[in-house]
């Protein structure tokens, strides 16, 4: 896809998402630099990077403005908690990572004149009322809500990009990620897969909300990253917002059950508990744009995904 080795900075590259990320660049030949401030990354995704002469590893966070002496031809922003767990934990810190924190990787970009990525969400359409969500589609976000921090943040982030688009001439590309899971998972992360994947592996209940008919679609790391560098790297100048997900639907029961079932050996069940304000009934992407633009599409089926991501989990617990 990308011809040219570049110098490359990722931001939240200790994170699930980045420390992937990172070795898909270092590997495809570029010199990346991974900035984090390990709020929630960890250097353990990226011990095996450390060392490497193309990888630079920086501590910082992006809420402080950034400086890298070196030239960048790509920045990749996806610096920002992505559980409800996680980002509900400090909401103040995470609008802050996403609008602060946006500004500083924008200003940076217009300093190096370097191509910038936004990871921005599924959580912008909120409780959604279309279905499957298409990026035309505006949402439905409670704004005042607990999980406002991170939806609206997220949605101000892509206001930002647009504006410095057409304002100050910086070249965006916009991703919306939908529901992802794979190794490097924080074991306390608090998402559907990696919680059943846990508390199977330690005995204890799955807990679902609600009655678990509530749906959504998940896609694998790897398909992920495929999608997120194409998106970097498309000829055709598309800009977005891309829908970048798995248009297979699963009810969140569903997957509990899954999760079982490649783990025989656990003696855990499925506890029912009450439904999280604002959580959405069903999510899934509408990725026709994505197919004809970028032509990606996820690739590794649910189970061979789960189960990759179980043997993970195995090794860390």
């Given at each position: 896809?990308?011809?040219?080795?570049?110098?490359?900075?990722?931001?939240?590259?200790?994170?699930?998402?980045?420390?992937?990320?990172c070795?898909?660049?270092?590997?495809?030949?570029?010199?990346?630099?991974?900035?984090?401030?390990?709020?929630?990354?960890?250097?353990?995704?990226?011990?095996?990077?450390?060392?490497?002469?193309n990888?630079?590893?920086?501590?910082?966070?992006v809420?402080?403005?950034?400086?890298?002496?070196?030239?960048?031809?790509?920045?990749?922003?996806?610096?920002?908690?992505?559980?409800?767990?996680?980002y509900?934990?400090?909401?103040?810190?995470?609008?802050?990572?996403?609008v602060?924190?946006?500004?500083?990787?924008?200003?940076?970009?217009?300093?190096?004149?370097?191509?910038?990525?936004?990871?921005?969400?599924?959580?912008?359409?909120?409780?959604?009322?279309?279905?499957?969500?298409?990026?035309?589609?505006?949402?439905?976000?409670?704004?005042?809500?607990?999980?406002?921090?991170?939806d609206e943040?997220?949605?101000?982030?892509?206001?930002?990009?647009?504006d410095?688009?057409?304002?100050?001439?910086?070249?965006?590309?916009?991703?919306?990620?939908?529901?992802?899971?794979?190794?490097?998972m924080h074991?306390?992360?608090?998402?559907?897969?990696?919680?059943?994947?846990?508390?199977?592996?330690?005995?204890?209940?799955?807990?679902?909300?609600?009655?678990?008919?509530q749906?959504?679609?998940?896609?694998?790391?790897?398909?992920?990253?495929?999608?997120?560098?194409?998106?970097?790297?498309?000829?055709?100048?598309?800009?977005?917002?891309?829908?970048?997900?798995?248009?297979?639907?699963?009810?969140?029961?569903?997957?509990?059950?899954?999760?079982?079932?490649?783990?025989?050996?656990?003696?855990?069940?499925?506890?029912?508990?009450?439904?999280?304000?604002?959580?959405?009934?069903?999510?899934?992407?509408?990725?026709?744009?994505?197919?004809?633009?970028?032509?990606?599409?996820?690739?590794?089926?649910?189970?061979?995904?789960?189960?990759?991501?179980?043997?993970?989990?195995?090794?860390?617990?």
């Amino acid at each position: 896809m990308n011809p040219l080795h570049m110098n490359i900075l990722v931001t939240g590259g200790a994170g699930f998402i980045g420390s992937h990320l990172c070795k898909k660049l270092i590997e495809g030949g570029d010199r990346v630099f991974c900035l984090d401030n390990l709020h929630t990354g960890s250097k353990e995704n990226i011990a095996n990077l450390i060392g490497s002469e193309n990888f630079s590893f920086i501590e910082h966070d992006v809420i402080r403005p950034i400086a890298v002496r070196d030239s960048i031809d790509q920045i990749y922003n996806l610096a920002c908690p992505a559980s409800p767990f996680h980002y509900q934990k400090d909401p103040i810190q995470t609008i802050k990572t996403s609008v602060i924190g946006t500004i500083n990787v924008l200003e940076l970009a217009k300093e190096k004149g370097a191509t910038v990525l936004q990871a921005s969400t599924s959580e912008v359409y909120g409780d959604p009322h279309e279905h499957p969500q298409k990026e035309t589609y505006f949402g439905n976000v409670n704004p005042i809500g607990p999980r406002a921090c991170y939806d609206e943040g997220k949605r101000c982030a892509e206001t930002l990009f647009f504006d410095y688009a057409r304002s100050e001439g910086v070249k965006i590309r916009v991703v919306r990620i939908f529901n992802t899971y794979g190794p490097n998972m924080h074991p306390d992360d608090g998402r559907v897969v990696s919680n059943f994947i846990v508390r199977a592996l330690k005995g204890e209940s799955l807990t679902v909300y609600g009655d678990g008919s509530q749906t959504r679609s998940f896609q694998y790391i790897d398909d992920l990253v495929e999608g997120i560098v194409r998106m970097m790297n498309n000829r055709k100048d598309i800009v977005g917002p891309v829908n970048l997900g798995n248009p297979e639907e699963h009810t969140v029961k569903a997957i509990a059950n899954i999760v079982l079932s490649l783990i025989p050996e656990s003696k855990s069940g499925i506890a029912f508990g009450p439904f999280p304000p604002d959580d959405p009934m069903h999510r899934r992407p509408h990725i026709s744009l994505a197919k004809k633009e970028l032509g990606w599409e996820p690739k590794i089926p649910l189970e061979e995904g789960i189960k990759r991501t179980v043997e993970y989990f195995k090794m860390m617990i």
